[in-house]
């Protein structure tokens, strides 16, 4: 059977070291600071939104939400993020998206500072990911994978990854980390051929599709570690992942439930880069 | 044995696009220019420069060449590089590098007008790569690569492609493009573990890892498309690339030979990458 590599666990350790990171920014007069922004009422935004909150709260970590109506105008967003950028109280910024169809994607993206885009919003925060240059911040879904990785001692150097995905929300910077941390990376996507068999060479496997318990036995071999970045609801109402979780079990060697693997890891480095910000930001004034 | 992919053959209906495109321009009024940036005097600078040069000439394109000294400081560069941002008549800056050690790399790369910067030097440019979104150029060597792909009719979609190199002027860049293509893309590196098994999977593979005749025979399998973006000199003093030629041609289905293959590209896309700019600069103008 699969160990299962829970994420409760990884963010202990993470939330400990968060925790005197900001113990020692308030030492120095700085409370960091996450500002949260939501537009609209979607069910999984504020979802997500509430955990962050509660995260935050246990970490020290002042959270501020904005909520904008669904029908506000590109401008009035671009004008709540002037003023984050300008507030130099708020260290970093969330958010949320994808953005309501009518507003105008690429700017409202592109207004954000990139010492505050603590999701890896902007283009800039897209290169350095793709460049390994120290600009902005990795996304929180992939750096929560890495973060799994390490707190599980498992080195990726040498070692054949497979990420199915290349959104450039989790797939492609997943693979950019990957490549960083010297694995042999191979991207996978819809247009993948024998997809299965391209994913049970892996020794480290991801699992980005965004498709309910689209993988099987027939994807895995045995000793795979692997990482699953999916949530849905399954027929029975129940939360499952990209992958199917019973039926790997007996041939991988270290696996992330849903829920309560990844997702719940993602919350600890939205704040981590938030503290990380908060750090840079005092760095920064007294050079 | 297999076929060789010629540099001429892609270039010569590359430069016949090329051409019209320059007849169009010209017929309303703007020619194209590409302005070459050389600092200090690097053997294969100048060669790479007299073979630009020659092909702007050959296809109607305007060339101005820039040479500064080796110890020329950052801000003597940078100067020439604004001037030529703000120069409406100049569409295109080739600078070349590596740059001098002694020079701030991030600031020079980053102050060129992504909008001529048609060899991917700005993160502006490389964020256009790893997004897809239409911002700047790929780097030409990369861009290369994927115009004989297409020459040739070879159809990328859902096929394994191996990329041997990382680096941010050619490996991940390539692999890129390669996505965009729909291929299945593994990216392997100097830490990837039993490297000939790993490219011997490719249906396409590209060889940039900066090795001379590094890809022999156990790299390739039956029916392979190989492209050597490598160029070397060999013990014999004769021009040669990361691949063994003659070994794997037995096996391959498909290579570029050095010389006379990807390079001789090269030089026509950075001309294209020119011409496309120049359009961009009319439509912008009219607009």
Redesign the interface.
């Given at each position: 059977m699969a160990n299962l590599m829970l994420g409760k666990e990884v963010t202990a350790a993470l939330n400990e070291r968060i925790r005197q990171r900001v113990d020692r920014l308030k030492e120095k007069g700085t409370e960091p600071q996450l500002a949260i922004v939501r537009i609209g009422e979607q069910e999984g935004d504020i979802s997500y939104e509430r955990g962050a909150v509660k995260r935050c709260e246990m970490l020290g970590v002042k959270c501020r939400q904005i909520h904008l109506p669904e029908c506000s105008s590109t401008e009035e967003v671009l004008a709540v993020i002037e003023e984050l950028n300008s507030d130099a109280a708020v260290h970093g910024v969330l958010l949320m998206r994808p953005l309501p169809k009518h507003m105008d994607q690429?700017r409202i993206e592109n207004a954000l500072d990139p010492s505050k885009d603590v999701d890896c919003m902007t283009?800039?925060s897209?290169?350095g990911?793709?460049?390994g240059?120290k600009?902005g911040f990795a996304p929180c879904t992939a750096q929560a994978c890495m973060e799994i990785l390490d707190h599980y001692g498992i080195d990726c150097?040498?070692?054949?990854a497979v990420v199915i995905g290349?959104s450039?929300v989790i797939g492609?910077p997943a693979?950019m980390l990957l490549?960083q941390k010297?694995a042999?990376?191979?991207?996978?996507?819809t247009?993948?051929?024998d997809l299965p068999s391209?994913a049970a060479?892996a020794d480290i496997l991801i699992a980005a599709a965004g498709q309910a318990k689209m993988v099987g036995t027939d994807y895995v071999r045995e000793g795979q570690i692997i990482l699953d970045v999916g949530i849905h609801m399954d027929e029975n109402g129940k939360l499952c992942g990209d992958v199917d979780l019973e039926a790997v079990s007996e041939k991988a060697a270290y696996i992330t439930p849903v829920p309560g693997g990844v997702g719940s890891v993602t919350t600890s480095v939205l704040v981590s880069h938030t503290v990380e910000a908060a750090e840079a930001a005092v760095c920064a004034e007294n050079r």
């Open positions: 690429a283009d800039a897209l290169t990911v793709f460049t240059k600009i150097a040498g070692r054949r290349r450039l492609k693979a490549l010297n042999t990376v191979t991207v996978c996507h247009k993948t051929k391209v060479q």
